[in-house]
């Protein structure tokens, strides 16, 4: 099984990423809603939405949207919220989400570069380009590469109610590799993150080949120019090509 499989769909995973930060999301989609000025029926693709947040948070400001993620457990949590306008399921982001056309795809939080070989992220992005609509805008919220491997914090402790979670950090083969140590109730585990480093030279890359054109980068959450020397994060706005 591979590792996403594996730790997207325990508790734990939850559990460790519970103080995730509501408001900068919410933050986060004002600002794109009044950057790309979508019409009042657009029609958003939440790809790899995890529990939902943005997609809830898109929902209340009157859109249509489906979320999708490969955690049945994110899923589960996800359709408590659902409604006649806000969609959930379970889907794997290779593969193409059939029978549907969005006005806009997002992909948030560093929901993307799991996978060694580079053909699947561009699978991925493919699958982007064939639910786009011919106007339709895919955004993608990523880390800043150099960023964080000038940060990287090798080792801490998270505690998170009964159960210390020991972070370890690393840079290996071009992967950020996270290991996620913890013993619960007498028993230990053990589960890993990885994402790949990927620079906006690579991602102008990986969206040729995928039929798309970045039309613009920032660097926060607040829409800022990117700086690849001091922004924390890598957010493209791109479109289909022709």
Known sequence: MTWFKKWFNTTYYHLLYNNRDYKEAENFIDNLIIYLKPKESAQFFDLACGKGRHSIFLNKKGFDVVGVDLSEESILTAQESSNETLYFAVHDMREKFPNHSFDIVVNLFTSFGYFDDDREDIDVLKGVVSVLKDDGV????????????????????????????????????????????????GESYHFEERVKLIDEDQFDVYFKLAGLRVLAKFGNYNLEAFNENSSPRLILIAEKIG
């Not at 109610?161 to 619960?184: M, Y």
Request: hydrophobic fraction near 45%; proline fraction near 0%; avoid cysteine.
């Open 138 to 185: 895919f955004v993608l919220d990523y880390l800043n590469a150099k960023q964080v491997i000038k940060n990287i914090k090798q080792q801490e402790t998270i505690q998170r109610e009964n159960v210390a979670f020991q972070i370890t950090k690393k840079i290996e083969n071009l992967f950020v590799v996270k290991g996620i140590d913890f013993v619960d109730k």
